[in-house]
């Protein structure tokens, strides 16, 4: 596990300064040396500048949320506010500005149209239109030297200068708050705090304030109601620090060249474990720089392929030489004096304008952590980032294959697995289900009258059975899929994004999920603010960023200037996307690479030993044996760890993949295990799918009874046409037949359905291959006292016609096959086959009754008594 550094391919020009970072649009705000101004989405994957001109320097710019608005200040009492929309620019002064000494030390947009001025004197909230009004709603009269507001979280922490008391505040729509104060706590006497070291960050769903020193790390949770401390961390190495938060997890680097990686959650827990958890964290090691080089991405592998020429075998050595020096070169520029690091995650470099996005990778998260792997596991399942799911998946692969562990623990990781998939997915259907209703609802309402008009239309075009075959439809594919964050590969599962009206409570959430739009148009754009043709990055597009942010949404206002576009809150999804890891991801990870590397490839070793061995080498028998008996035990040990994921699926209502059937029923095969097989599919604890049926249909001839079980799948499936053609190629014909007159008299539309893939001529066919004239004389009859060679040509039929005829005589023809035969052979009445019309079969000079040969009932299984040439018998069918 290592802290990274994702170098973000965004720099400051030399004419260009940065402002500050706003961590709701997650956007820098930057100004330039001509007056003007603009933000640069840090997600945006072409790192747009969207700049404004300004006819005077600035001090500092904000944008609203949902960027119709702008707010510049150019003097200590007076901040003059734009409004994209009309173009109307109005100046806002404070209230107190008569007072001697006021001035506006901070101010930040709270919400969209609510505009917080902090004074050294006070706190004032303004409510903005865009018709040039603003009107002060609410304002607070205190002492004030220092402050740490989050967009984010809607939180402002005020601090007075004197004493180690922080009075928070909580921000809604058109109000604010007080939150009950707190003191905090530090390792060193002070006389005054250090705000800089004051964050507000959330961790597992909870909204702390974290104040770090050099030495420890105080962490208090807010509510409305109250604020307490809730756990000091001391520090392993005591110094200047500075920390980030990243996927739940707190970072400190250290002045020494050490990034040290806290988890609260897991400190907690052994807290009340009673075991010594001072700040015991999860690694400690230098950063590792991730850049944009291919060369240098590459430079740490390894050149595994021999090559005959040596010329190129020493330019990769080469090559890989000076790649390995270009790395440790850029190892020893980190920590750098002229870092900013910017809450949550990022590094300014002000000597060279770059940018560095924070982010984790748990590669060998094993080696760090010093506990089982029964404490491993959650800790990864906490986590959001890509990463964490591949080293948890190794884990278990790595638990399984070395069997470190025992079933029954395995059992209960593959529960708690399960567990979270299962709350994960039923809370992310509730939430599309809520959705939809409501937008059903809201289209029912809009739609009213033109469903009243089209209604009987509608009722013409459509039939009720349409109405179902869409609902069923619409809720196969809502089904639970999995992962992610992540559900079924190669799609990632992942949750919904939310949108934050202004009256919601943006301390409740988990960060501003609003996804806010520019509507309307503007009019004029503001005089002495115009806009600028956007910048373009001139690098290539990059790799979307480790934290998995999304790229913005943008929205375009025409003005008086020319089009201005404009980004909206490119806000990702602030709800918490844990891992989840479902039946695919199990089977492409874990289960089929040990089925791989354990028993394909070493069953494929032991066969090219023996076929590639010289006739003078000693055959060891001995060894072989031994060899097969591991290959064994491994295929069985892999048969109890599938059927114990299958039944923690079941127990914990998961979808489980036909893979898992499929692996299932290959190793069953493997061991020769097929009385397991069938118990197995007997007590359907392998459910019911078209891949397991024709799976089981492949292995019909290895072990006969489970063709049998293979039809009954494919009647519970409702795939008469599949079960027809088996008994065909089995030589099942009057099987097949019974089937089919049941299927005629129980549903007839399926039975002519069935006729166009069936015809007549595949049952006369087979009885002809079969070399037995009364099976054909049985089969020609049943289909002609239906009339179904009606639905066939001509030229299918007449071959099968003129044998009839040739063998059982035109007067065994039904009186319409009469006149069809002497239509087409006119003349020929009485030439062909036997005159008399008596069916006479004197293979056997056994006298049958039509009627009688199909008087069993459809259950009945093929038994033609007295029949020379009987087809191999199925076990009974359920037909």
Same mark, same amino acid.
């Given at each position: 596990m290592s802290v990274e550094i994702f170098q973000i391919p965004f720099q400051l020009k030399s004419y260009e300064t940065f402002l500050s970072y706003d961590d709701r649009l997650n956007h820098v705000i930057i100004k330039n040396d001509s007056g003007g101004f603009g933000y640069v989405y840090l997600d945006d994957p072409k790192y747009e500048r969207h700049n404004f001109s300004s006819d005077k320097q600035i001090r500092d710019a904000k944008f609203s949320p949902n960027l119709k608005f702008s707010a510049i200040q150019f003097s200590d009492l007076e901040i003059e506010i734009i409004s994209f929309e009309s173009g109307n620019r109005y100046v806002q002064s404070c209230k107190y500005k008569s007072s001697k000494g006021t001035m506006i030390i901070g101010y930040f947009w709270s919400h969209n149209e609510n505009l917080l001025l902090v004074t050294n004197c006070s706190i004032e909230l303004y409510q903005v239109s865009s018709d040039g009004i603003c009107k002060l709603v609410k304002e607070t009269k205190m @002492?004030?030297?220092?402050?740490?507001?989050?967009?984010?979280?809607? !939180?402002?922490?005020?601090?007075?200068?004197?004493?180690?008391?922080?009075?928070?505040?909580?921000?809604?729509?058109?109000?604010?708050d007080k939150i009950p104060k707190f003191t905090i706590d530090q390792s060193q006497s002070t006389t005054s705090l250090n705000m800089k070291n004051l964050f507000a960050s959330k961790i597992h769903?909870? !909204?702390?304030?974290?104040?770090?020193?050099?030495?420890?790390?105080?962490?208090?949770?807010?509510?409305?109601?109250? !604020?307490?401390?809730?756990?000091?961390?001391?520090?392993?190495?005591?110094?200047?620090?500075?920390?980030?938060?990243?996927?739940?997890?707190?970072?400190?680097?250290?002045?020494? @060249?050490?990034?040290?990686?806290y988890d609260l959650k897991m400190l907690q827990i052994d807290e009340k474990e009673n075991k010594k958890s001072d700040g015991f964290p999860i690694s400690a090691n230098p950063m590792s720089l991730k850049l944009f080089d291919p060369n240098l991405n590459n430079c740490?592998?390894?050149?595994?392929?021999?090559?005959?020429?040596?010329?190129?075998?020493?330019?990769?050595?080469?090559?890989?030489?000076?790649?390995?020096?270009? @790395?440790?070169?850029?190892? #020893?520029?980190?920590?750098?004096?002229?870092?900013?690091?910017?809450?949550?995650?990022?590094?300014? &470099?002000?000597?060279?304008? #770059?940018?560095?996005?924070?982010?984790?990778?748990?590669?060998?998260?094993?080696?760090?952590?010093?506990? &089982?792997?029964?404490?491993?596991?959650?800790?990864?399942? &906490?986590?959001?980032?890509?990463?964490?799911?591949?080293?948890?998946?190794?884990?278990?692969?790595?638990?399984?294959?070395?069997?470190?562990?025992?079933?029954?623990?395995?059992?209960?990781?593959? &529960?708690?697995? #399960?567990?979270?998939?299962?709350?994960?997915?039923?809370?992310?259907?509730?939430?599309?289900?809520?959705?939809?209703?409501?937008?059903?609802?809201n289209g029912g309402l809009n739609n009213n009258t033109n469903n009243n008009n089209n209604q009987n239309n509608n009722n =013409?075009?459509?039939?009720?059975?349409?109405?179902?075959?869409?609902?069923?439809?619409?809720?196969?594919?809502s089904s639970p899929s999995i992962g992610s964050n992540r559900v079924l590969k190669p799609t990632t599962t992942s949750t919904t994004k939310s949108t934050i009206e202004d009256d919601q409570d943006t301390f409740s959430l988990i960060g501003p999920t609003n996804n806010l739009n520019l509507n309307g148009s503007s009019n004029n754009i503001p005089n002495g603010i115009n806009n600028f043709t956007p910048i373009k990055n001139k690098l290539n597009t990059p790799p979307q960023s480790p934290n998995g942010t999304n790229p913005p949404t943008t929205a375009t206002t025409t003005t008086a200037g020319g089009p201005m576009v404009m980004k909206s809150s490119n806000i990702k999804s602030r709800q918490t996307k844990y891992i989840l890891i479902d039946s695919d991801d199990m089977y492409d990870k874990v289960f089929f690479q040990i089925y791989e590397s354990k028993i394909i490839i070493e069953t494929d070793k032991l066969k090219l030993e023996e076929t590639t061995a010289s006739p003078s080498a000693t055959y060891d028998p001995i060894m072989k044996k031994k060899k097969l008996q591991q290959i064994t035990l491994d295929s069985k040990?892999?048969?109890?760890?599938?059927?114990?994921?299958?039944?923690?699926?079941?127990?914990?209502?998961?979808?489980?993949?036909?893979?898992?059937?499929?692996?299932?029923?290959?190793?069953?095969?493997? #061991?020769?295990?097929?009385?397991?097989?069938?118990?197995?599919?007997?007590?359907?604890v392998i459910t019911d799918s078209l891949n397991i049926a024709y799976k089981l249909l492949s292995i019909g001839e290895q072990y006969p009874p489970v063709l049998q079980l293979s039809l009954d799948m494919f009647k519970r499936l409702m795939k008469p046409n599949i079960i027809i053609t088996t008994l065909l190629e089995k030589g099942q014909v009057l099987t097949a037949i019974r089937l089919l007159r049941n299927i005629r008299e129980t549903n007839p539309k399926l039975y002519q359905e069935l006729?166009?893939?069936?015809?007549?001529?595949?049952?006369?066919?087979?009885?002809?291959?079969?070399? =037995?004239?009364?099976?054909?004389?049985?089969?020609f009859k049943y289909f002609e006292s239906n009339n179904q060679h009606q639905s066939v040509q001509a030229s299918a039929m007449d071959k099968y016609l003129q044998l009839f005829v040739e063998k059982f005589g035109e007067k065994s023809l039904s009186p319409f096959y009469q006149q069809q035969l002497n239509i087409r052979y006119p003349g020929a009445s009485g030439s062909l086959g036997n005159s008399s019309g008596s069916f006479i079969n004197t293979s056997n000079n056994n006298t049958m009754t039509y009627n009688s040969s199909l008087s069993n009932s459809s259950n009945s299984s093929l038994n033609l008594s007295g029949s020379t040439n009987n087809s191999p018998k199925l076990v009974s069918s359920p037909y």
């Open positions: @002492k004030i030297t220092n402050y740490v507001y989050s967009s984010k979280f809607g !939180v402002l922490f005020l601090y007075s200068g004197s004493g180690n008391t922080i009075q928070p505040y909580i921000f809604r729509q058109n109000s604010f769903d909870k !909204v702390y304030c974290i104040f770090g020193d050099d030495t420890s790390i105080h962490l208090y949770e807010l509510n409305l109601e109250t !604020v307490y401390k809730v756990k000091t961390i001391k520090f392993l190495l005591a110094g200047p620090n500075s920390i980030h938060f990243v996927d739940n997890l707190i970072i400190v680097h250290s002045e020494l @060249k050490i990034s040290i990686v740490t592998s390894k050149a595994t392929i021999t090559n005959s020429n040596s010329k190129t075998e020493y330019d990769n050595d080469q090559q890989l030489q000076h790649n390995q020096e270009r @790395k440790l070169s850029q190892i #020893n520029n980190l920590y750098k004096p002229s870092w900013v690091y910017i809450n949550p995650n990022y590094i300014y &470099d002000s000597s060279n304008g #770059n940018w560095f996005e924070v982010t984790l990778n748990y590669e060998n998260v094993s080696n760090f952590i010093q506990f &089982d792997s029964h404490k491993i596991i959650p800790f990864l399942q &906490d986590r959001t980032l890509s990463s964490a799911k591949d080293a948890l998946l190794e884990l278990i692969k790595t638990i399984i294959e070395f069997k470190t562990d025992s079933l029954e623990g395995i059992g209960k990781i593959f &529960d708690e697995l #399960n567990r979270v998939l299962f709350n994960t997915t039923n809370r992310n259907n509730t939430e599309l289900l809520q959705r939809q209703i409501l937008s059903n609802s =013409n075009s459509s039939s009720p059975y349409a109405n179902e075959k869409k609902q069923l439809s619409s809720s196969t594919n040990y892999l048969i109890a760890i599938v059927t114990e994921y299958i039944r923690s699926l079941n127990f914990n209502y998961c979808r489980i993949s036909d893979k898992l059937y499929d692996l299932l029923i290959s190793l069953f095969i493997d #061991n020769n295990m097929f009385s397991q097989l069938h118990q197995f599919l007997q007590y359907h006729l166009f893939p069936i015809s007549p001529a595949s049952f006369l066919e087979e009885s002809t291959h079969q070399q =037995n004239d009364t099976l054909f004389y049985f089969v």
